[in-house]
């Protein structure tokens, strides 16, 4: 069920992901109308940006493909993309379709209109700008989920192991092994299917040798192949490990068996120094394969946003992959109350460094509280905080449980194998001493003895579960201590309920790890806010174009008058000199000659004007090369056309400027 409803929610919620770019202007810009045809296409976006083969496609009025020039960044910067058009474009309307890949590793694409002269007669359609395909995109964020996930079991289970001390690691090595083969197969898996991601195609296209070429140049692309290297060592790191324990049992087996004394105690010895800061760098070395790659290796603060995101990562990784790991101690071992003691000391650590970086990072993403509710990121942010509450209400339950009980000298959960035991066991002897069920927190027995030393030191638990070796005295004559009786009805309630309350944080955070997989795949509020504003910038014409309609009646019955319309052109439409083409069309359309037109500006609201244009006829329109507007505002462009010699009409419409 669980699993499923991960799957629903990757493939086929919230639709294509957005990226932490935004189109901030266009050059052409989007609906713009210029005189003569541009040599390039310029975008300029609000972090730098990757370039694709086909970042760039630019359709002619007839809506065929036109044969563009070479494409790269304007002028050496990172965060443009410019392409070169042919000397002879035409006249009419253009259609731009882009694509590029931003630095936080997500494709971004769109598409605009721009016409050389005058628009067409019927405007082109937009081609489809659809981030990504369906289907690569559903599978590639299934990957980036199963990396996260393999990441937190991986990192969480080893830093367990290496900081709580249980006495009994071998359940947990099956844990280590599925999060490193997973971590393992998700970025290989991650690595085919980036070429297709970025692109926009099927997978079916993951064995093309020039995309997974062109992947390996790319940041993101060089981050998997890191990490690869990095699981490379860590594998041989574990197989060490491994083996130094073997040696070390059989060794101390050995000297048991030869000078006729008890195995060591059950608290193994732990890894050395230089193994021990190995993995830390490892598993720093691992979090920064997500950090270079995604939201914080773009934008502001890029330094201290990634050291943020590798401490919420990894911080993430101890918590969550510690839960699973005492979630699996609790059913297939004996789990002393020290190791539980120790792991809510680290889960308590980790949950205050989540919060720290979490408040730092939901800051630069979100720019603005009212990015909260107005951004997809933050509604999206607002269930991953919701899902966390819950999170820690189900860590603070587990940790008033073990505080009842914290006097207690074992934390101990009966497996099948414990209670058939206890059923079978005989008693102990006279004189044997009996276990009582006061030396189990969460467990139905007690499988070796506690003696307190003469200090009021305890000798905890040594016993291992898994094949049933003890860890008491190697002298065969000396009988087993008794089970002991079976817990009383409220122990037995507190052992379920611990078990029910790790259970559950080990099940809201699959949820929390989900909704962390969108964020890092949505567009943040503070980029979103910087695009709105880029769209309204990049929205300014280059040319601002105006139809004024007119009509002059004729004065007598039944005769019709002359009606058409005026087009006027304004080059660049902004403070300043701009130039200024006016062309006078008929009521079919056509060109129509006048004997005398003129153009006036007026701004009201600052008391200037009309300013006359001074426009002259240059054969069948009609132009003026310098008509200085002093302020922005909205003025009033009057047109005055004459006909005959006593027939003229005059009309206005108001016409933007800016600065």
Not at 10 to 21: F, K, R, T, V
Request: hydrophobic share 45%; charged share 15%.
């Amino acid at each position: 069920m669980l699993l499923g409803t991960v799957l629903v929610l990757l493939l086929l919620g919230g639709g294509p992901a957005s990226a932490h770019a935004a189109l901030r202007s266009a050059d052409p810009a989007d609906g713009s109308v210029v005189k003569t045809a541009p040599e390039a296409i310029t975008l300029t976006f609000t972090e730098s940006v990757g370039l694709l083969d086909d970042s760039f496609r630019v359709f002619d009025p007839d809506n065929h493909q036109v044969e563009t020039g070479d494409t790269g960044h304007a002028d050496g910067r990172a965060d443009t993309a410019r392409v070169e058009l042919p000397g002879k474009l035409g006249t009419g309307t253009f259609t731009v379709a882009w694509r590029v890949v931003s630095a936080d590793s997500h494709p971004i694409a769109g598409a605009f209109t721009f016409s050389v002269g005058e628009p067409s007669a019927i405007p082109p359609a937009l081609p489809s700008t659809s981030v990504e395909n369906p289907l690569a995109g559903g599978l590639f964020n299934i990957g980036r989920y199963v990396a996260y996930l393999a990441a937190a079991l991986l990192i969480g289970t080893a830093a367990f192991i290496a900081v709580c001390r249980p006495p009994d690691v071998r359940p947990l090595g099956r844990l280590l092994l599925a999060g490193w083969w997973a971590l393992v197969g998700s970025t290989v898996f991650l690595l085919l299917l980036r070429g297709p991601y970025e692109t926009g195609t099927g997978p079916a296209q993951v064995l093309d040798p020039s995309g997974l070429t062109r992947t390996l140049g790319t940041r993101p692309g060089l981050a998997l192949v890191a990490r690869l290297a990095l699981l490379a060592v860590v594998a041989v790191l574990l197989l060490r490990q491994r083996k130094a324990l073997g040696e070390q049992k059989a060794l101390g087996e050995q000297k048991a068996g030869q000078q006729g004394e008890a195995l060591p105690d059950g608290r193994p010895q732990g890894p050395s120094r230089v193994t021990l800061l190995t993995g830390a760098a490892l598993t720093v070395g691992l979090a920064l394969t997500w950090a270079a790659a995604e939201h914080a290796s773009a934008g502001i603060q890029v330094p201290a946003a990634m050291t943020s995101s590798v401490l919420h990562l990894l911080a993430m990784s101890v918590w969550l992959g510690g839960l699973t790991a005492l979630l699996t101690l609790f059913y297939r071992a004996s789990v002393p109350s020290r190791v539980v003691d120790r792991f809510s000391q680290v889960a308590g650590l980790s949950v205050t460094v989540l919060v720290v970086t979490g408040v730092y990072q939901s800051w630069r993403g979100l720019g603005s509280v009212s990015a909260l509710t107005d951004t997809t990121y933050g509604r999206v942010l607002l269930a991953k905080l919701a899902a966390v509450t819950l999170l820690l209400v189900a860590a603070a339950r587990s940790r008033r449980t073990v505080s009842r009980e914290r006097t207690a000298r074992n934390v101990t959960v009966e497996t099948a194998e414990d209670r058939e035991a206890r059923e079978t066991r005989v008693p102990a002897p006279v004189g044997g001493r009996a276990v009582s069920a006061a030396d189990g927190l969460a467990g139905g027995t007690a499988h070796g003895t506690a003696q307190s030393t003469a200090h009021g030191s305890v000798d905890e638990t040594v016993d291992d579960t898994v094949d049933g070796s003890t860890g008491g005295s190697a002298l065969p004559e000396e009988p087993r201590p008794s089970a002991g009786p079976a817990l009383t009805p409220a122990e037995d309630a507190q052992r379920r309920a611990l078990r029910r309350s790790v259970l559950a944080e080990v099940v809201v955070s699959v949820v929390v790890l989900v909704l962390t997989t969108v964020l890092t795949g949505t567009l943040p509020g503070r980029a979103a806010a910087e695009a709105a504003t880029a769209e309204q910038s990049a929205g300014l014409p280059v040319a601002s174009v105006t139809n004024i309609p007119f009509t002059i009646d004729s004065g007598a019955p039944g005769v019709r008058g002359v009606s058409g319309k005026v087009q006027v052109t304004l080059d660049p439409g902004q403070v300043g000199d701009n130039g200024l083409q006016a062309v006078v069309y008929g009521s079919d359309g056509g060109f129509v000659s006048v004997p005398e037109l003129r153009i006036s500006f007026s701004l009201p609201d600052q008391d200037i004007g009309p300013l006359d244009a001074k426009i002259t006829n240059r054969g069948g329109y009609w132009a003026s090369d310098a008509v200085n507007l002093p302020m922005p505002g909205t003025w009033e462009l009057k047109v005055t056309v004459r006909v005959t010699d006593i027939d003229q009409v005059s009309e206005s419409k108001p016409v933007r400027i800016e600065r």
